[in-house]
């Protein structure tokens, strides 16, 4: 392996892993001796996988029991054992999903067999004794959509020497949902996604070390919901001592009080023709539905339906606390560990495209537009579930965001729709940086390649979902996403990010050792730098202060409940 030329790149490993590398120990291959594949043996059976450019994947392993008939709404189970080879060469089937966020995931599909994983390591030896840190990778869309066969995790495992597993989790209301009479049953209800992903990660404790992996050194980090999911695993309590490191890679959002959500599911049981009640027979009912019925009643490809939580997670009681993430986090009542948090500068260019990528025909954002979104600024709830808006807001948006100073209405949009998201996030890293590491960034590369088809006037700049292409190579959202290959200077960004990425999977510290170029976040020094600038073609720093008054934090702090 060649030096890179940053510092970021950099990693404060052991010197028993230097030792072993400059002997070649890490290019032995992870294996039994197979012709046709890496072969490895998991507590619940053998599995062969596949060489690619120095890259063991192995595909589509099955992590839990398939969740269908009486398993419908339950904890994940554990899957039965085999003797006979698994061949893992084919991602497995995708879960059940119909809003597709535009070209975002798909296709639609109503798959409830689909709780499978997929391990990328280096082509190592794994009897060497140094182990390779971990990454668990959870993919997002909404917590209704998405799939772990976007996310080819091969350069995070080739560059930075760490081993990637991305999975499948439930989704929608076969991910997410509560109803008194199935809540009532004993087990742990509603966050089913929540539960598949803590099922991965014992998984991981298990079976790990069988392809290069240290148990004991695990991240798990994902972007949109993904982030929103890891959050929710740094704050539950049956989380804890299954990961050391999270990343939060755009948003940090509220789940819904339990309340809700049972209302929700229980207008949800009457739509589909099980009644109103809290009984077995209603249970016994919902579970009889078939995975079609479930999918015509949680939405369009255009969006959720009505009995769809805003964010997915639930305020349960057992799987997370029965209270907000904020106050959690300010009662100390989480995982305790380094935490990587940060947002793109034009988050919302992406819901915006999905608006127009379902219009027809297409017609740029307007003047009426911005009217109307400012106009609807009166007692409404903010989007994703971070408050709602007081008497007066429409005036002070207008005052603050004057359409006059943007080139376009839809450049307007993206600000005011933006800038609550990035203070929402702000303020968690400054709720989680009173007590544990924080590494702060803003992705503001506005070049980032765009997988949307080209539609007139919109411009998607440093968009949300636009990092993803810069860790995971091509990423390009689902089948119908436009495949980019990044640029030299693209290119040098990614590599980059890698470093970061990996570097924090080794030490918890994106830098690998020291305080730069990436700096630990200190908000309570509000003028020193401590926020990375993620663009091109230098990565920078500013300080919490300008990153406040870029977004209009102190209007959004006064005007939003987080």
């Not at 067999?113 to 909404?142: Q, R």
């Not at 998984?203 to 069988?210: E, T």
């Not at 990528?357 to 911005?370: G, I, Q």
């Not at 990436?518 to 309570?524: E, F, I, S």
Request: aromatic share 10%; with cysteine.
């Amino acid at each position: 392996m060649t030096k890179n030329r940053l510092k970021l790149s950099m990693r404060s490993v052991s010197s028993a892993f230097i030792v072993a590398l400059a002997a070649g120990a890490f290019l032995m291959p992870l294996r039994a001796e197979a012709a046709s594949g890496p072969l490895v043996q998991t507590q619940e059976g053998p599995v062969q996988g596949f060489l690619k450019n120095g890259v063991a994947e192995f595909l589509g392993i099955p992590y839990a029991a398939p969740p269908v008939g009486n398993l419908r709404w339950r904890p994940p189970e554990k899957h039965a054992s085999w003797t006979k080879v698994l061949q893992a060469t084919a991602y497995g089937p995708t879960c059940a999903q119909i809003t597709e966020l535009g070209v975002f995931a798909g296709p639609p599909n109503n798959n409830e067999d689909c709780l499978y994983l997929n391990v990328f390591s280096p082509d190592v030896n794994p009897a060497d004794k140094e182990k390779l840190p971990v990454i668990v990778w959870i993919h997002g869309g909404g917590n209704v959509d998405g799939e772990s066969n976007d996310y080819d995790a091969s350069k995070l495992a080739a560059q930075g020497h760490t081993v990637v597993v991305t999975l499948n989790y439930r989704l929608g209301l076969l991910g997410f949902f509560a109803h008194p009479a199935i809540d009532q049953e004993g087990h742990l209800f509603g966050n089913y996604g929540i539960l598949d992903q803590q099922f991965v990660l014992k998984w991981v404790q298990r079976n790990i070390a069988s392809f290069g992996g240290d148990r004991n050194n695990v991240t798990v980090g994902g972007q949109s919901a993904g982030s929103e999911d890891t959050e929710s695993n740094v704050i539950s309590p049956l989380a804890k001592g299954l990961f050391n490191h999270a990343i939060l890679q755009s948003v940090t959002l509220e789940p819904s009080p339990l309340a809700t959500a049972e209302s929700l599911g229980t207008a949800f049981a009457v739509a589909a023709g099980c009644g109103s009640g809290a009984t077995p027979n209603v249970a016994a009912c919902l579970r009889k539905l078939s995975a079609a019925q479930i999918m015509s009643l949680e939405g369009t490809p255009q969006g959720s339906g009505p009995y769809v939580n805003a964010t997915g997670m639930i305020e349960d009681g057992q799987i997370l606390p029965s209270e907000t993430y904020v106050d959690a986090i300010k009662n100390g009542q989480f995982n305790h560990m380094p935490i990587m948090s940060g947002t793109t500068e034009d988050e919302w260019t992406f819901l915006l495209a999905i608006e127009e990528y379902f219009e027809k025909p297409r017609v740029p954002f307007s003047a009426a537009n911005y009217t109307a979104q400012v106009n609807s600024y009166t007692g409404s709830e903010v989007p994703y579930g971070i408050g709602t808006y007081p008497s007066g807001t429409p005036a002070k948006v207008k005052a603050l965001y004057p359409l006059g100073s943007f080139t376009t209405p839809e450049l307007a949009l993206d600000r005011i729709l933006t800038d609550p998201i990035e203070c929402e996030q702000r303020n968690t890293n400054r709720l989680f940086a009173s007590q544990v590491p924080v590494y702060a960034y803003e992705f503001d590369d506005r070049t980032a390649p765009s997988y949307y088809p080209a539609m007139p006037g919109l411009q998607m700049l440093a968009y949300h979902t636009g990092d993803i292409q810069y860790l995971f190579p091509l990423y390009h959202g689902g089948p119908l996403g436009v495949v980019h290959q990044l640029n030299a200077q693209q290119e040098k960004l990614s590599d980059e990010l890698v470093a970061a990425w990996t570097n924090f999977a080794w030490t918890g510290n994106p830098n690998g050792q020291g305080n730069g170029p990436w700096p630990l976040y200190t908000p309570q020094k509000p003028n020193v730098p401590s926020i990375l600038s993620q663009n091109s073609p230098v990565l920078t720093n500013f300080t919490d202060a300008q990153f406040s008054a870029a977004h209009q934090c102190k209007f959004w702090d006064s005007t939003l409940t987080y």
